[in-house]
């Protein structure tokens, strides 16, 4: 059998021993080498995430299996509905989301938040109250919905496009949420033929948050 044997002594001297193939030998190291010797093992295997979904801009592995994905959603524009009344390619500011998800692909957990309109972001980008409904804080709540099942990370790409096609209703919509005060229906009418960045301009609420926060769960 072989194996290797260390001996941390007194004084922090470091003995080794190893057997192979029937012959044993001893080495007496420092506890510098046995720290980079450890540490070089460890990065050997490495994480493998596979292949993340568009628009990645944040992946989390915990040692339990469960992950943490946060996307920066592509569109700034979106087909949505508000109890039924269709608002068909209707303007959006920059969005982004995040899932916490179970070893199994399980979606335990989702946030949303608005983040600045930048071309580069940083940790240190501002965030911005979401102005519509179904977002308390930034923690998402999808009601009866229940999201799909994802057995691999890219597929985490379609979940924004799934959530903004659900029926909006007026949960957690306050007209505090939005520059003008506007109730729910009155702000999808307002915005329905503006641009995307008409939101910073007129909508959007700024967080004492940034996007650095948002990501670790701090917002």
């Not at 003995?15 to 460890?42: H, M, Q, R, W």
């Not at 990645?56 to 009344?85: M, Q, W």
């Not at 608002?87 to 938040?113: A, C, D, M, R, W």
Request: proline share 7%; net charge neutral; with cysteine.
């Amino acid at each position: 059998m072989n194996e290797v044997v260390i001996r941390i002594q007194d004084g922090g001297n470091v003995a080794v021993e190893e057997y192979k193939n029937g012959v044993k030998s001893f080495k007496s190291i420092t506890p510098d080498s046995l720290l980079a010797c450890l540490n070089k093992s460890l990065l050997r295997g490495g994480i493998t995430s596979g292949l993340l979904p568009r628009g990645c801009i944040s992946y989390t592995a915990h040692d339990n299996g469960d992950k943490d994905v946060y996307i920066l959603h592509p569109e700034s524009r979106a087909d949505i509905t508000y109890f039924g009344s269709a608002y068909p390619n209707f303007p959006l500011p920059k969005l982004v989301f995040g899932f916490h998800l179970s070893g199994e692909g399980i979606v335990s957990q989702s946030t949303l938040g608005v983040v600045a309109n930048e071309s580069h972001l940083k940790p240190t980008a501002p965030m911005f109250v979401y102005p519509f409904s179904n977002v308390s804080n930034t923690r998402l709540c999808t009601g009866n919905n229940v999201l799909p099942r994802c057995k691999s990370l890219h597929t985490l790409s379609s979940l924004p496009y799934h959530i903004l096609s659900m029926d909006n209703n007026n949960d957690f919509a306050k007209p505090s949420n939005n520059k003008p005060g506007f109730e729910m229906r009155e702000l999808l009418e307002h915005l329905k033929d503006k641009t995307p960045d008409y939101y910073y301009s007129n909508i959007l609420v700024p967080c004492k948050s940034t996007l650095g926060d948002f990501i670790e769960g701090r917002s």
